[in-house]
């Protein structure tokens, strides 16, 4: 019989309560080791996500920077090189720039030396129509796969290359058990194109193992949508955590456009 995963990480639409994952702050000043203990224990102990509503004042927009170190330098140890600005913006796209379009599901490959333990999305701005954020949790998907197509799992378990540039070689499971945790990675595109750059095509048998998780994650029953406000720091297990977005529709002229800023913490 295939194990499943029997913890709050397993959560669908409908099983997720607000309580376990949403911290109202309300704008008051905040106690940042406490709070970084109730987000680390929704991480651990929960559902693997916590979505800080209504940072105090204007401190996380006016200095990013201390943000990431102050507040996720006590959930981590934040990469080196700082965060990244996400931005449609021709004046800050060297730092990350974004398309409207929808963007599909996955988890981070993020730079050397691999994947991050967690993201982090704090919203400087939002879009004028759109872009909801989508997390669906990847030890739902696995169960579901173990009730439904026990025999992608198989396949699933399997290495695969998640780009094969130089100095972008990722190689790991979307599926992988370690010390009684089971760890998820996933990123259709990149898998399909570093399995390409390899000379490594995919078998079909694997491309149809890759479809039913694709169509998992297309049952509306598994995903949380939510809109970010400015000042809300969405926080998730990278191991954990599929985020997606929707397409959206930007407000015109500098400094309008929506922009969030990502943090990766190990």
Not at 154 to 175: I, K, N
Request: aromatic residues 8%; neutral net charge.
């Amino acid at each position: 019989m295939t194990r499943t995963v029997l913890a709050p990480t397993a959560w669908t639409r409908d099983t997720l309560r607000d309580e376990d994952w949403l911290i109202h702050l309300g704008g008051r000043h905040t106690d940042l080791a406490a709070l970084a203990r109730r987000v680390a224990l929704a991480l651990e102990h929960g559902p693997g996500l916590a979505l800080l509503r209504g940072w105090p004042g204007r401190h996380a927009v006016d200095n990013l920077d201390a943000l990431y170190h102050d507040f996720g330098g006590l959930l981590g140890t934040p990469r080196a090189g700082g965060l990244t600005l996400v931005t449609q913006e021709p004046a800050v796209q060297e730092r990350g720039g974004m398309s409207d379009k929808e963007l599909a599901f996955h988890t981070d490959r993020a730079g050397p030396p691999g994947p991050p333990r967690l993201l982090g999305l704090f919203c400087v701005r939002a879009a004028v129509h759109g872009g909801d954020s989508l997390l669906v949790s990847g030890h739902s998907v696995y169960n579901r796969l173990a009730r439904e197509r026990p025999g992608a799992l198989a396949e699933l378990r399997r290495d695969f290359r998640f780009g094969a540039s130089d100095g972008f070689d990722r190689v790991y499971p979307v599926f992988r058990w370690d010390e009684g945790r089971l760890r998820v990675q996933y990123n259709r595109y990149w898998i399909e194109r570093g399995q390409r750059e390899a000379g490594e095509p995919l078998a079909a048998r694997t491309l149809a193992a890759l479809d039913a998780f694709d169509g998992v994650l297309a049952d509306p029953a598994m995903a949380v949508r939510v809109r970010l406000r400015p000042g809300d720091l969405l926080v998730m297990d990278n191991d954990v955590i599929l985020h997606g977005r929707t397409a959206f529709t930007d407000a015109g002229g500098p400094g309008q456009g929506r922009c969030l800023a990502r943090l990766w913490l190990d």
